[in-house]
T-cell receptor
Framework: DAGVTQSPTHLIKTRGQQVTLRCSPK?????VSWYQQALGQGPQFIFQ???????QRGNFPDRFSGHQFPNYSSELNVNALLLGDSALYLC???????????FGSGTRLTVV | GENVEQHPSTLSVQEGDSAVIKCTYS??????FPWYKQELGKGPQLIID?????GEKKDQRIAVTLNKTAKHFSLHITETQPEDSAVYFC????????????FGKGTKLSVKP
């Protein structure tokens, strides 16, 4: 049973560019949450998707957007990249109504 | 919003000793408190969790205690081994039925052989 799969594993982008990160949830899970983890910090909640809609959002600007597809997979898009967007982006999946979150290994984004 | 304070930020112990990490929070409505272990290059992995109707939970060498009145919960690792070396995060579920996990800043545990 595959866990949460994220792609790509590493990415280097230039300031001002746009990036798309992808996540496939664990089998049986229907909810996807995205987190940003800066170096030496705990994960910070970006937003959560369920039934293809954004259900809750953390304190992140509109440059951060997402999407969930009918197969429950999800994308995180970041526009107009800033140096401060450099971080590990984690995807977590869960089953609606349950507390069990499963995290992927993340995408390491470096903005230069 | 909710905030989780985690201490210490770094912890170094000798193999075989015990390690304790403590977290405090402010929202009394929180009722689910997981602990995650993150190894280098990997995502956080759930190691133990506790719900608000339970004061203590054990799983082999790992235990978690919860004091809802004082709003703090702790991770206890006994008989530490070098493979326990990692960053540990406490978290809590915040926001009701459409909530999400809020994390502490992490504790880097080093177990010296």
């Amino acid at each position: 049973d595959a866990g949460v799969t994220q792609s790509p594993t590493h990415l280097i982008k230039t300031r001002g560019q746009q990036v798309t990160l992808r996540c496939s949830p664990k089998s049986g899970h229907d909810t996807v949450s995205w987190y940003q983890q800066a170096l030496g910090q705990g994960p910070q909640f970006i937003f959560q998707y369920y039934e293809e809609e954004e259900r809750q959002r953390g304190n992140f600007p509109d440059r951060f957007s997402g999407h969930q597809f009918p197969n429950y997979s999800s994308e995180l898009n970041v526009n107009a990249l800033l140096l401060g967007d450099s971080a590990l982006y984690l995807c977590a999946s869960s089953l609606q109504g349950s507390y069990g979150y499963t995290f992927g290994s993340g995408t390491r984004l470096t903005v230069v | 919003g909710e905030n989780v304070e985690q201490h210490p930020s770094t912890l170094s112990v000798q193999e075989g000793d015990s390690a304790v990490i403590k977290c405090t929070y402010s929202d009394s409505a929180s009722n689910y408190f997981p602990w995650y272990k993150q190894e280098l290059g990997k995502g956080p992995q759930l190691i133990i969790d506790i719900r608000s109707n339970v004061g203590e939970k054990k799983d082999q060498r790992i235990a978690v205690t919860l004091n809802k009145t004082a709003k703090h919960f702790s991770l206890h690792i006994t008989e530490t081994q070098p493979e326990d070396s990692a960053v540990y995060f406490c978290a809590l579920y915040y926001g009701g039925s459409q909530g999400n996990l809020i994390f502490g800043k992490g504790t880097k545990l080093s177990v010296k052989p």
